[in-house]
T-cell receptor
Framework: DARVTQTPRHKVTEMGQEVTMRCQPI?????VFWYRQTMMQGLELLAY????????DSGMPKDRFSAEMPDATLATLKIQPSEPRDSAVYFC????????????FGNGTRLTVT | KQEVTQIPAALSVPEGENLVLNCSFT??????LQWFRQDPGKGLTSLLL?????REQTSGRLNASLDKSSGRSTLYIAASQPGDSATYLC????????????FGTGTRLLVSP
C-alpha cells in the first residue's frame, strides 16, 4: 500500500537551531504540498510543488523557511533559525497531476521548539 | 480569498445515530471538494472527493453532497460507530491559479458506545 513517508516523526530543538524535515512522496505523484497544522490556525499551506518546481510558497515565511525538491523522491522543508512559534505539526502530501484525485498525506513531523 | 468554515466544531453522539457535518465556503469557483478524516497523531485520510460538476458521492456509510452555488457541502454518516470518532475536515480546491487546497477547521466527532 503506497504511502507518503515523513521523517522525523518528532523533533525537539532549541530556538535558533536549524530544522530539516523530509518527505518521500508516493512514486509517480508529481505534486507535493507542505502544510502546517496548529490548534489556532488549523491547516495552512506553506508550499506547493509540481514536477519538482515550486509553484506557490506564498504561505511560507521566506526569511527563515525554505522548501526544495532535490529529486522526485525527496522533498525537504528547512527552518533556519527556528523559533518557538514554529512549533506545530508539519504535513507533506502528494498527488497526481490534474487535481482530480485525492491527496495522500504523511503522518507528519511534530516539531517543538523550546 | 477562500474561507472554509465547518459547523459544529465538536459533536458527541451515541452509537447508532445518523449525523450530518457541515462545510461552507465563500468562493464558489472550486474545482472539487474533499472530505478527510484525521485520527489523533496521524495524517489525513481522504474519504470522499466530489468534483464541481457532481452533486454527491457515496462510500459505504458515508455520503457527501455538494451545492456549489450556495457554497455548501454536507457529510452524512449513517449508523455511527465508535470507530468513526475522529476529526473530519473538508477542503476545497480552487478552480484557478495554482489550485490551492484550502481546509476548514474541522469537526471533532466522538461516538460513544
Amino acid at each position: 500500500d503506497a504511502r507518503v513517508t515523513q521523517t522525523p516523526r518528532h523533533k525537539v530543538t532549541e530556538m535558533g537551531q536549524e530544522v530539516t524535515m523530509r518527505c518521500q512522496p508516493i512514486l509517480g505523484h508529481n505534486t507535493v504540498f507542505w502544510y502546517r497544522q496548529t490548534m489556532m490556525q488549523g491547516l495552512e499551506l506553506l508550499a506547493y510543488f509540481r514536477n519538482r518546481a515550486p509553484l506557490d510558497d506564498s504561505g511560507m515565511p521566506k526569511d527563515r523557511f525554505s522548501a526544495e525538491m532535490p529529486d522526485a523522491t525527496l522533498a525537504t522543508l528547512k527552518i533556519q533559525p527556528s523559533e518557538p512559534r514554529d512549533s506545530a505539526v508539519y504535513f507533506c502530501a502528494s498527488g497526481p497531476t490534474g487535481g482530480n484525485s485525492p491527496l495522500h498525506f504523511g503522518n507528519g513531523t511534530r516539531l517543538t521548539v523550546t | 480569498k477562500q474561507e472554509v468554515t465547518q459547523i459544529p466544531a465538536a459533536l458527541s453522539v451515541p452509537e447508532g445515530e445518523n449525523l450530518v457535518l457541515n462545510c461552507s465556503f465563500t468562493d464558489s469557483a472550486i474545482y472539487n471538494l474533499q472530505w478527510f478524516r484525521q485520527d489523533p497523531g496521524k495524517g489525513l485520510t481522504s474519504l470522499l472527493l466530489i468534483q464541481s460538476s457532481q452533486r454527491e458521492q457515496t462510500s459505504g456509510r458515508l455520503n457527501a453532497s455538494l451545492d456549489k452555488s450556495s457554497g455548501r457541502s454536507t457529510l452524512y454518516i449513517a449508523a455511527s460507530q465508535p470507530g468513526d470518532s475522529a476529526t473530519y475536515l473538508c477542503a476545497v480546491r480552487a478552480d484557478t491559479g495554482f489550485q490551492k487546497l484550502v481546509f476548514g477547521t474541522g469537526t471533532r466527532l466522538l461516538v460513544s458506545p
